[in-house]
């Protein structure tokens, strides 16, 4: 089997390209396959520049394709097959005719030779002047924008979902309602001591005194207490005098509660035979005040408080983001104290803290998806503008999201058909019949007729866009 390449030509392919490849093949019998979408092989110059440059490379080039006028139109240029089966099936094209000429004089055949290649050149000359004073035209076609809305459902199993935490705190401080009595500063006083025994005694730093309400009060320093003076008489004790010292005293705790009247203080804690005491003066001094307290109900208030305010916080979005509804929970809130029941503090601080997790879609992904469908819902006479899609609003439920948005469209335009609809006209009848697709500008015309062959027009879609808008209403079924 003889040995071969194939290539493909569409749309994007042009003449330096095509003959790029046929440089680059090592196979002398080369096919391409013309896409019925591309007008570039309609034109003669484009068929005579391709059918130089196969003469130049030494290659055997074909035309595969199935449009009638196209292989019409090539076969005056090169060989046309619609498939490369075809053309192999055909007889050998290399075999040699049998010559007719043979028996002719020399003479005959140098005329018939002359002749036919005067009438060719007669040909030529001709063509070329029809192309010379034909007009060729370049009519750009901009197309106008349109705008409109649609609602679209996408599955969130279609959406890239992300989970997401945050941890949230909150400070809550509340007065602590309690109050409790305390001491400050220790009632203080002296005593007199009496004994009744004739020998001395000594009362050590820290004995204790009790007064009648059962306050105990202590010795701030050593007493020595003489012995009682006994008189007698003729050998017969007739009197008896106690001794006496006086020693000071102070509450063994603070507060003014320890504060009391003379001759409250009576006994002592222990027992001391022959020993009395008494306070002569009031035992004064004694200092109480009110202090703020934690109770457990302070803490419940300010526990509640910073729950409550942990509640309250919410999550919001990016202005690039949605979350997805539904699906926002949180954990058991934390909350630590900064005092504890019965500490003396004026205020408690409650520091509370809570994780929340959620799942969020980018707006951005939600916009890629949606250009992704709107394309197969739009009618054939329109095509949507490249990342002209914006959200609207997106409405969460269950499994989907619901998608308000708006885009951009333009008129589906094809060259083929612009030319036979503006063929012969005038650059203003034109221009009125093509008002509603954009606006045209043209580029070549020798006067203000359009020609009326096909091939002398060339329609060239611009990317750029009427920057006027106008807006329509599409119904779009979509299926989920």
């Known amino acids: 089997m003889q040995e071969y390449q194939l290539y493909n030509v569409g749309i994007e392919d042009s003449i330096l390209t095509m003959v790029q490849k046929l440089r680059n093949t090592v196979e002398e019998l080369v096919f391409f396959q013309v896409s019925d979408e591309s007008l570039l092989l309609f034109t003669d110059d484009n068929l005579k520049l391709l059918a130089h440059y196969a003469k130049e490379e030494s290659k055997n080039l074909v035309l595969l394709t199935r449009n009638k006028e196209l292989r019409q139109r090539a076969g005056k240029r090169l060989p046309t097959a619609e498939s490369v089966e075809s053309f192999l099936s055909q007889p050998d094209l290399e075999k040699e005719e049998p010559n007719k000429w043979a028996g002719l004089p020399r003479w005959a055949k140098n005329t018939i030779i002359v002749a036919s290649v005067l009438f060719i050149l007669l040909i030529v000359f001709q063509w070329g002047l029809r192309y010379w004073f034909s007009p060729k035209v370049v009519v750009t076609v901009y197309p106008k924008i349109l705008t409109s809305e649609a609602e679209l459902i996408i599955d969130l199993a279609d959406l890239n979902v992300e989970s997401q935490s945050i941890e949230i705190k909150k400070v809550s401080t509340k007065a602590a309602s309690g109050k409790t009595i305390v001491g400050t500063h220790r009632a203080t006083g002296e005593v007199v001591f009496f004994n009744q025994n004739p020998k001395e005694m000594k009362l050590y730093k820290g004995t204790q005194l009790k007064a009648k309400n059962g306050k105990i009060y202590q010795l701030t320093e050593d007493v020595l207490i003489p012995g009682a003076e006994v008189v007698y008489v003729m050998d017969v004790r007739s009197s008896q005098t106690a001794g006496q010292a006086l020693g000071f005293i102070e509450a063994i705790e603070l507060g003014e509660t320890y504060n009391i009247k003379a ?83 004026s205020t408690i601080t409650a520091n509370g803290s809570q994780k929340i997790s959620f799942q969020k879609v980018s707006g951005l992904n939600i916009q890629e998806k949606a250009e992704n469908i709107l394309p197969n819902l739009l009618p054939s006479q329109y095509n949507l503008v490249e990342s002209s899609c914006r959200i609207n609003s997106a409405d969460f439920s269950k499994d989907t999201v619901t998608v308000n948005v708006a885009f951009d469209l333009y008129p589906s335009l094809k060259s083929d058909e612009i030319i036979v609809a503006i063929l012969g006209k005038s650059i203003e009848e034109a221009a009125l019949v093509l008002n509603t697709i954009g606006n045209l500008s043209f580029d070549g015309v020798k006067d203000d007729l359009l020609p009326t062959r096909k091939e002398w027009i060339k329609v060239v879609v611009s990317e750029q866009y009427e920057t006027e808008k106008s807006w329509i209403t599409l119904s779009l079924n979509q299926s989920i």
């Open 263 to 345: 001759g409250e203080i009576s006994e002592f804690t222990g027992k001391y035979l022959d020993l009395t005491v008494r306070n002569l003066t009031d035992i004064a001094g004694g200092k109480s005040e009110a202090r703020p307290t934690v109770m457990q109900a302070d803490l419940d208030k300010a526990k509640q408080n910073v729950v409550d305010l942990l509640n309250k916080e919410t999550v919001k979005a990016n202005s690039e983001e949605y979350l997805v509804s539904g699906s926002l929970s949180r954990s058991e809130p934390a909350v630590i104290f900064d005092q504890k029941v019965g500490n003396f503090a």
